[in-house]
């Protein structure tokens, strides 16, 4: 017997004897409020059977007592529903539907063999191509995802209000129309969170990864350590440390090698300095993107060069010193960034404070 059935056949639901259900004690709490004092509406006996009660049922006074009784009942279920629904709900279908592209495409243990078939994608199962496949999901409210040969992605939620995929390795390209903050794609070294964009994500057999923003920007967490990548630049990871400091393509070899130097390999303070030292001498105004990402990066001691370098480029604002960065104030940093001709931080900073910020 489901427990709907139980609720049924309690006796304290239509005359109060038995022990009442803890749900109902709460519907009851919640519904005191509405609890009518008056007497109830007394209706005539022969309601229905004679054409003088159809004159009585029309009349303003009985149709007010016949409303307020319906919207008692309303009022009942729909608080009981709110007692009973889950806060969030599955997101449209509960999985996402997948179409083949190319070859045979595999979702859990069944492959999408023919051309133009469909399948859906549940929480919890992974679809995975092989060399010759390829695969494109779709939720109509949430955005279109392109999965390219050999790559393996699994769905871990999908709700009104979040999705979240894991790829464990391979690329996919994403277009995402959800509200920024919504989707979101693990990956061995970080979390990318889409801030209404289009990108592509690509992870390799160690767990590295590498992004590349088309529409929009997005952001890249793991452990607190974060880099913004906007449309047109790139964003690289790394197994155990996290994202690196975001560059455009056309930076220059030296400053992109310098860069990664800087930021995933074993080097002393000192080391870490020389190539900051080269970032720094061979930065364009282009790059004020990176140098930003470097003012939280560097340490203390560097902090004040590369205050210098973006401030060349890109004037402080009012309110943001130097002595501030070099203490690495919040406010100020993010001031600094409006500045720079990207989004709102505002719209990253609002994400961090939601529960699903964990990484």
């Known amino acids: 017997m489901n427990k709907e059935d139980e609720l049924l056949k309690n006796d304290y639901l239509w005359d109060g004897s038995g022990e009442p259900d803890a ?16 007497r109830a509406p007394e209706w005539p006996e022969n309601l229905g059977k004679a054409r003088g009660s159809q004159r009585t049922l029309r009349s303003p006074a009985l149709w007010f007592q016949f409303a307020a009784v319906a919207a008692s009942v309303l009022i009942v279920f729909s608080v009981w529903g709110g007692l009973r629904l889950p806060s969030e709900t599955p997101a449209s279908g509960v999985g996402w539907g997948v179409q083949q592209v190319a070859g045979a495409p595999r979702v859990g243990t069944k492959l999408i063999g023919r051309p133009g078939e469909k399948g859906t994608l549940r929480i919890g199962q992974t679809l995975e191509t092989d060399r010759e496949s390829r695969a494109s999901i779709t939720v109509s409210d949430v955005g279109q995802v392109d999965i390219d040969p050999q790559t393996r992605l699994r769905l871990l939620e999908s709700r009104t ?16 129309w959800a509200p920024p903050g919504q989707f979101m794609v693990d990956t061995p ?17 160690s767990g590295a990864g590498i992004l590349r923003t088309r529409i929009g ?9 974060d880099a913004f990548i906007p449309a047109g630049a790139v964003g690289e990871t ?10 455009f393509e056309d ?22 300095s020389a190539q900051l030292t080269i970032v720094l001498a061979r930065a364009r105004t282009e790059d004020a993107l990176t140098l930003w990402h470097l003012l939280s990066r560097a340490n203390a001691a560097d902090r004040g060069r590369v205050f210098d370098r973006l401030n060349a480029f890109v004037p402080a604002p009012a309110g943001v010193t130097r002595a501030g960065v070099e ?13 720079l001709g990207y989004d709102d931080i505002s719209v990253w900073r609002k994400w961090e404070k939601t529960e699903f910020y964990q990484r």
């Open 189 to 205: 070294s970080a979390l990318a969170v889409d801030l209404g964009c289009a990108y592509t994500l690509q992870v390799d057999d």
């Open 251 to 272: 930076a220059s070899e030296e400053f992109r090698a310098a860069l990664r130097q800087f930021d995933f390999a074993k080097l002393s303070e000192e080391e870490r």
């Open 217 to 225: 920007w997005v952001g890249f967490r793991l452990n607190g350590r």
């Open 327 to 339: 203490q690495g104030e919040q406010t100020m940093l993010d001031a600094w960034w409006n500045e």
């Open 23 to 38: 749900a109902v004690v709460k519907l009851e709490q919640a519904l005191g409020k509405f609890r009518h004092a008056g």
């Open 161 to 176: 209000s979040r999705t979240r995929m894991d790829l464990e390795r391979g690329t996919i390209h994403a277009m995402i």
């Open 238 to 247: 790394r197994k155990g440390i996290g994202p690196g400091t975001p560059y």
